[in-house]
Every structure is written in C-alpha cells, then in structure tokens.
C-alpha cells in the first residue's frame, strides 16, 4: 500500500515511518522542514528499508493539494494516511494570544481536516483507503494549561468520530490513536512554547509550578515513539480496524476516565490536583 505520513522527522512519525516501509508498505514521509530528514534516513538504511521524503507544512492548503496530487501522480493512489503532525502549546487561556491559538488549531486541527479531505476522493474513488490519526490522551482529557492544544484534539477526534460512519460506507476506514507521554522532541518544543510566559511571578506561577514540576514525572517514565509506531502499524494492518486505539495500558486507564465521565466530575477532580 501507498502510505502518506506526516511530521516524520522525530519521534512518532519517523518511527511509523520505518515501521510501515518493514510491513512492506510504499512510505511517502513529509516533513516541514527536508533539512531535518538525516535521521529518518538513518533510521531507514539501519532497518534495512527505504522511504521517500517530501517537504510539507500541515498549515499550507496549496502544498497539500500540490503533495497529494504529487503522490497519486507517481504511485496512482494512496491508500494509507497517518495524520502525525502536531505541535505543543503550553498556557492558560488568558495567556494565548489570538495567533497562537490560531496556530496551534490549524497546525493540529486544520491541517489533518485539509489533508484528510484531500484524499478522501482518491480513496473513495477505489472503493478503500485508510486514515489515521494520531491524537493524543490530550484528545479524551482536558489538561491544565493545554487549553489550546487540547481543544484542538478533542476537535480532531469529534471531527473523525463523525466522519467515520459515512466514510466507511465508502470503503475508507478511519481510526484514531491515543498515545499518552512519548519520548520525544514534542516535550523540548512544548516547554520552548512556554516561553518567559511561565517563568514571569503572575496569578497563575503557584498552579503553573506544580503542573510542571507533574508533568516532567509523566515524562520521566514515557513511553518510546517504536511502542506507539507499532500500534500504527497494527492499525493499518487490521482488516477491521475500531475506531479509538490507546497505546499503552497508563492511557487506556487516562482516557477511559474521561470516556465513561458523563457529568465530568472525575476529569475536573484528578486535573485540579496537578495544579492545586
């Protein structure tokens, strides 16, 4: 299968990458920034595969069109998305400018809309395809001080939840998965996202402080970008894929207390202790 994966320099997607290119899959993996591809190479060459790397910003509508025109025109279709790329942004709602929450929904939310419905007639042309992605326990549970990133996940996963149904009846398949703390690059970008604004003595410094100090300990103990590539990878390969997938046992038990939350006491009572 031709598979199309996003934000593959790091992390989840570089290991999905070469995980996919193992299972036999054609891996067309983009990245923003081609200058940063050495790694997945690397990756690559030493699992004894190849990938193609291609440039792509998620938050650039005419260079989606232009890649997944591209992929079809060289390989004659694509069968398999992984919507991966994303971005960290840390802050309390009153310390998000109206850019920055810009920001983070499109490169989270709006990019994986823009690129999900790029190929949608392609897949439903051939009767099959397969789109994945990749959102977070942060999709189930809202977190203190990830108002923007959050919202952008819930809205992913609402936005693929109802589209499910109806791209089913047209033979594509779509999933989501839910990695809780991962090992990688994201953690180092989220806290550059902070900024001067959590170290500054305001209103918030006591709450911030200690979601930090709870944070780093989630962190400490993570889980590695191959365990959650190879759920991917098992994603992809199921014939009867769900829709929802955890990638460890501490985000099955994260996410289901949200899931099964119906009044939303048990969310806001744990979240208030990493803060209070």
């Not at 999905?16 to 591809?37: F, I």
């Not at 802050?91 to 999900?116: C, H, K, P, Y």
Request: aromatic share 6%.
């Amino acid at each position: 299968m031709i598979a199309l994966i996003t934000g593959t320099s790091s992390g989840i997607g570089l290991a999905t990458s070469v995980e996919l290119a193992k299972a036999g899959h054609t891996v067309v993996a983009t990245m923003r920034n081609t200058d940063k591809a050495d790694a997945l190479h690397a990756a690559a060459e030493a699992a004894g595969v190849s990938v193609s790397v291609s440039a792509l910003d998620v938050t650039d509508a005419a260079a989606i069109k232009q890649t997944v025109a591209d992929v079809v025109a060289e390989h004659g279709a694509i069968d398999v998305l992984i919507n991966n790329a994303g971005a960290a942004y840390v802050g309390t709602l009153e310390q998000i400018s109206d850019e920055n929450l810009a920001w983070t929904m499109d490169v989270n939310f709006t990019g994986v809309a823009r690129l999900s419905r790029e190929v949608l007639p392609h897949m439903r042309a051939q009767g099959s395809g397969r789109i994945v992605s990749v959102t977070s326990v942060g999709g189930a549970v809202g977190q203190p001080f990830n108002d923007a990133y959050c919202a952008a996940k819930f809205a992913v996963e609402g936005m693929m939840q109802s589209l499910h149904p109806v791209a089913a009846a047209h033979g594509v398949k779509v999933s989501v998965v839910q990695p809780g703390a991962v090992a990688t690059e994201f953690i180092n970008n989220a806290g550059e996202s902070v900024g001067e604004r959590m170290n500054t003595t305001d209103a918030y410094s006591p709450q911030v402080q200690n979601y930090v100090e709870r944070t780093a300990g989630a962190f400490a103990d993570a889980q590695t970008p191959q365990e959650v590539a190879e759920v991917i990878a098992g994603v992809v390969a199921d014939p009867e894929p769900a829709f929802r997938y955890q990638t460890s046992e501490r985000s099955k038990m994260f996410s289901g207390m949200s899931l099964g939350d119906l009044d939303g006491s048990k969310v806001t009572g744990a979240t208030a202790a990493w803060v209070n």
